[in-house]
């Protein structure tokens, strides 16, 4: 059985369908006309592990929040990380024949025969964030989310640029096989290969998305390289949080060891200001949620959409970190 983290049941009484279906009542990011009332429009939502770090919970809550906003009927479901309880949730919000179902993959490919089984059923799927495998792109409608690839190469050149060009540094990773993992290793890695050839990866090793993981796993990285280490790249500003934790903890002052990631965090804004991180990116989950859930009521209305559409993002330094809000996740 799958677990639901939040179940939204947002219909609107309707007295006449025909006055809220229509082109004057469609919203204006919609670019087409409604094929029914938005209170009527029912799309399932499957979230990565919303408890696992700030980013995850805020998209959640936005996707909830934004649904409520819209007053569609919208399901979010939390797989806990696990591809085995996403796939059931699939086929579980699959059987109840909505108009569209957004998927933040779990996995590159275990998710491909419930999202095919799902497109053949005729329910159009999003995936949002993370991208599904080559081979399962022809069941989905589009993909939205980051540009995982530019991210990291970013942050590659922030890290590159922080150490001048050369030094040795070790890298925090995400989750072992999850595509955003791969993506933001190998672009990070094939970066500094082309443009900063004297900065050696002394080591790499994963810390799941997680604070406190990467904590732990910068603690031996310090025990085994000390201070030959001049540089870290954590895969994302939660695991960079544990990072810097470590650093405090081994007595290190702001700056002694340069910390880049790729999508910042409230506490993160506030640790660049301290000048314990050095780089990191715009990555909203407001936004990600948000063009999620616009592009699945498109396609729910037979609009169509590109294959794929990325959020803003844009390098934050000290040097322009005030130029930014802090973020509220």
């Not at 024949?97 to 799902?118: C, G, Y």
């Not at 994963?206 to 790249?233: C, H, M, P």
Request: hydrophobic share 40%; proline share 5%; with cysteine.
């Amino acid at each position: 059985m799958t677990k639901f983290t939040s179940v939204l049941a947002i219909a609107a009484a309707v007295t006449c369908a025909a006055n809220f279906a229509g082109a004057q009542d469609a919203p204006e990011w919609l670019g087409g006309e409604l094929m029914k009332p938005l209170s009527e429009t029912r799309i399932g939502i499957t979230v990565l592990y919303p408890g696992s770090n700030s980013y995850q919970a805020k998209y959640a809550e936005t996707a909830e929040a934004y649904a409520a906003e819209l007053g569609i009927q919208a399901t979010v479901m939390d797989p806990q990380g696990d591809p085995a309880v996403q796939f059931d949730q699939i086929q579980d919000m699959a059987s109840q024949n909505p108009d569209a179902l957004v998927v933040w993959p779990t996995s590159q490919n275990a998710l491909i025969p419930a999202i095919r089984e799902a497109s053949r059923a005729g329910i159009p799927v999003i995936t949002s964030n993370s991208p599904i495998g080559e081979a399962g792109r022809r069941y989905i409608e589009s993909h939205t989310g980051p540009d995982d690839c530019a991210l990291a190469s970013q942050a590659a050149d922030m890290l590159g640029d922080a150490l001048g060009g050369e030094g040795d540094i070790v890298v925090v990773e995400g989750t072992p096989g999850y595509a955003v993992s791969i993506l933001r290793g190998n672009c990070f890695l094939d970066r500094l290969a082309d443009n900063y050839p004297d900065i050696n990866v002394l080591g790499s090793q994963t810390a799941e998305w997680n604070r406190e993981k990467a904590q732990s796993v910068t603690e031996t990285f310090l025990t085994q390289f000390g201070d030959q280490i001049d540089g870290i790249y954590a895969f994302d500003d939660g695991m960079a949080l544990g990072v810097v934790s470590a650093l405090q903890g081994a007595g290190m002052e702001p700056g002694d060891v340069k910390v880049v990631s790729c999508n910042q965090f409230g506490e993160g804004w506030d640790a660049m200001r301290e000048g314990w991180i050095s780089g990191s990116g715009k990555q909203s989950p407001i936004d990600d949620a948000i063009l999620a859930i616009q592009t699945a009521i498109k396609v729910a209305n037979g609009i169509e959409v590109p294959e794929l559409l990325e959020i803003e993002r844009a390098k934050i330094t000290p040097a322009n970190v005030d130029e930014f809000e802090r973020p509220t996740w």
